[in-house]
């Protein structure tokens, strides 16, 4: 792979962290177009220079990581995304792949890492942090699939949820009976596949909430 010919974008709202990827880059022979420091500049600078790779914080101001991806979304880029994050949250990485993303690393990670992850990207692959297990990589694609099987009705119950709601305060909310609300609940247990407890989709629901944010 002829680095020089792949240009990066790096944007991170931490100072230290930025200049440090951006060096560590340059060094292994790398093309930094621009950086920015938080999301909105990162946008812009994306559109502005098309690069092959950009490099995101999750957490950023104005826009998050996942934000800027969505912004990118409709400019018809050929960019390939990778988030950098401390976060290991199985909702994250759902939230990750849902929104397009190419690549997941921890910011633990070195360059080795890093570089393995943006050669996997360039020939679109999907590419995880090593630092998880296999069976991580397999629960982010079932949870996806099983998300998209619930209907407008069953993901605003489990938004309710996932904000500490129990079924007496979503009746009141949603004007509808306890009987309703119960078969609601039964079938969200179906389709994702969980045992049939309300503990089980509370669980569940804490466990995904930044992906039931994004329904």
Not at 26 to 32: F, H, P, V, W
Not at 55 to 83: A, H, R, W
Not at 171 to 179: A, F, G, Q
Request: glycine residues 4%.
């Amino acid at each position: 792979m002829n680095k020089k010919a792949v240009s990066i974008i790096v944007a991170d709202d931490h100072p230290i962290m930025l200049k440090g990827l951006t060096e560590e880059l340059e060094n292994a022979g790398y093309t930094i177009v621009a950086t920015a420091n938080n999301g909105a500049a990162a946008v812009e600078m994306i559109a502005l220079h098309k690069p092959k790779i950009a490099m995101l914080d999750i957490e950023m101001p104005f826009f998050n990581g996942f934000e800027v991806i969505k912004n990118c979304s409709n400019l018809e880029l050929d960019t390939k995304f990778i988030v950098m994050t401390y976060h290991k949250e199985k909702g994250f990485i759902v939230q990750a792949k849902k929104v397009g993303t190419h690549g997941y690393l921890l910011k633990e990670d070195n360059l080795e890492e890093i570089e393995a992850c943006i050669e996997a990207v360039l020939f679109d692959e999907f590419y995880f942090s090593s630092s998880f297990q296999e069976d991580i990589k397999h629960t982010v694609d079932n949870e996806l699939r099983k998300v998209a099987l619930l209907t407008p009705s069953e993901r605003t119950i489990i938004r309710l949820i996932a904000q500490g709601k129990n079924s007496a305060e979503i009746c009141e909310t949603l004007k509808v009976s306890k009987r309703t609300i119960e078969k609601h609940r039964a079938n969200i247990i179906g389709k994702l596949e969980l045992e049939p407890s309300q503990d089980t989709l509370t669980q569940w629901a804490n466990d995904y909430k930044e992906i039931i944010k994004s329904l």
